[in-house]
């Protein structure tokens, strides 16, 4: 090993730990905020998922990531002050979700490298895209999760825009086309969502096999162990895959 691929290395597990430590945080202080409604769990759990959006910025002291990062924060506490922390918290998937297309997209412009193939150099080596059909697949994926992530953000948007009593249109006066009552809505916004893309993961990883029949595929439990002990460079990986510039 090199010792500039030594340094680079370095940092990768305390960012990986930041990363972990702030999510474990957000879901800790997003079931505390649902279960209580408390303005103030709501306006922490807003500030921290906003803290781990702009983080690969702030990592690289982005001048304007730090900018935007402080003005995303005024923002929370200025609608918390208002009153309207829960409706600056149910937005967040919905941010989430745009983040995430926008980072998918970002890597299909020509000259850069889709984002899952970046991710099955970093789990599988380098030398799987040169197999026949994988880097395909890869640039078909990093589509199809482009636009299941602008799909949801559009669905999560009108949930929070028709929910009843809470939603944006009613708060404005106006009379939203279809109506959400009760509270199973926001467990769906916020936990749903998620759980729908780890269902999606595991049906992929199922028709990846099938598609892909003519080359050997790590069985599960192995995929899954490389998984978390590539964890850093896979996250070192999408933060790269944000910033990369054309070839």
């Given at each position: 090993?090199?010792?500039?691929?030594?340094?680079?290395?370095?940092?990768?597990?305390?960012?990986?730990?930041?990363?972990?430590?702030?999510?474990?945080?957000?879901?800790?202080?997003?079931?505390?905020?649902i279960?209580?409604?408390?303005?103030?769990?709501?306006?922490?759990?807003?500030?921290?998922?906003?803290?781990?959006?702009?983080?690969?910025?702030?990592?690289?002291?982005?001048?304007?990531?730090?900018?935007?990062?402080?003005?995303?924060?005024?923002?929370?506490?200025?609608?918390?002050?208002?009153?309207?922390?829960?409706?600056?918290?149910?937005?967040?998937?919905?941010?989430?979700?745009?983040?995430?297309?926008?980072?998918?997209?970002?890597?299909?412009?020509?000259?850069?490298?889709?984002?899952i193939?970046r991710?099955?150099?970093?789990?599988?080596?380098?030398?799987?895209?040169?197999?026949?059909?994988?880097?395909?697949?890869?640039?078909?994926?990093?589509?199809?999760?482009?636009?299941?992530?602008?799909?949801?953000?559009?669905?999560?948007?009108?949930?929070?825009?028709?929910?009843?009593?809470?939603?944006?249109?009613?708060?404005?006066?106006?009379?939203?086309?279809?109506?959400?009552?009760?509270?199973?809505?926001?467990?769906?916004?916020?936990?749903?969502?998620?759980?729908?893309?780890?269902?999606?993961?595991?049906?992929?990883?199922?028709?990846?096999?099938?598609?892909?029949?003519?080359?050997?595929?790590?069985?599960?439990?192995?995929?899954?162990?490389?998984?978390a002990?590539?964890?850093?460079?896979?996250?070192?990986?999408?933060?790269?895959?944000?910033d990369e510039?054309?070839?």
């Amino acid at each position: 090993m090199s010792a500039t691929t030594s340094s680079s290395a370095v940092p990768a597990a305390p960012r990986s730990r930041l990363v972990a430590g702030l999510l474990v945080a957000y879901v800790m202080l997003l079931v505390a905020a649902i279960a209580s409604g408390s303005t103030g769990c709501d306006l922490l759990a807003a500030s921290v998922l906003t803290t781990l959006l702009f983080l690969p910025g702030l990592r690289r002291r982005s001048t304007v990531a730090w900018a935007a990062w402080l003005c995303a924060l005024g923002v929370l506490a200025t609608l918390a002050a208002r009153g309207h922390a829960r409706a600056a918290l149910d937005l967040m998937p919905v941010f989430v979700n745009a983040a995430l297309c926008l980072l998918f997209a970002h890597t299909l412009a020509r000259g850069r490298e889709p984002l899952i193939a970046r991710v099955i150099g970093v789990l599988e080596g380098r030398e799987r895209l040169v197999l026949p059909g994988v880097a395909a697949y890869a640039r078909g994926l990093t589509w199809a999760w482009s636009l299941l992530f602008g799909a949801q953000m559009l669905w999560l948007a009108a949930i929070v825009a028709c929910a009843v009593p809470d939603g944006v249109l009613p708060a404005l006066g106006m009379a939203p086309p279809f109506e959400l009552r009760g509270a199973g809505w926001r467990w769906y916004l916020h936990f749903g969502s998620y759980l729908s893309v780890l269902v999606l993961l595991v049906g992929e990883y199922a028709w990846r096999r099938w598609h892909l029949r003519h080359i050997p595929h790590a069985p599960l439990p192995l995929f899954v162990g490389r998984l978390a002990r590539r964890w850093p460079a896979l996250v070192r990986g999408f933060a790269e895959g944000a910033d990369e510039e054309p070839r």
